[in-house]
């Protein structure tokens, strides 16, 4: 994942690493396609990335440090993430087998992620 910064006319630059995903965690399967799907930000400015290929979401601090993970044990294509009620919980869709293009997602519920 890249930062940015955001400068007064709108335009970007300083691009550096904000987190290598790939050396947070150890993943369920290799490949090229492993990497961020969706993201959310909380109101600590923590954010929680989808991993595509890698079966779960991970919270990250807003500099980058992996604060926990979440495994999704429903499949390997997790593409969103969601807030619930006062982020006391997570919505994540996902499919079991994203190399499958008929594979059926669901939606799934992380309670009590504060």
Do not use: C
Not at 67 to 86: K, Q, R, S, W
């Amino acid at each position: 994942m890249l930062k940015f910064k955001i400068n007064a006319d709108g335009s970007l630059s300083n691009r550096s690493n904000f987190a290598l995903l790939n050396l947070l965690t150890k993943n369920k399967v290799e490949s090229w396609w492993l990497g961020p799907d969706s993201m959310k930000v909380d109101s600590k400015g923590n954010i929680y990335v989808a991993q595509w290929f890698g079966g779960k979401i991970l919270k990250l601090s807003r500099e980058g440090k992996l604060l926990h993970v979440f495994e999704i044990a429903a499949g390997d294509g997790t593409t969103n993430v969601a807030f619930g009620e006062g982020e006391k919980e997570l919505y994540v869709t996902v499919v079991k087998d994203p190399k499958d293009a008929q594979a059926k997602g669901s939606i799934i519920k992380i309670a009590n992620v504060k």
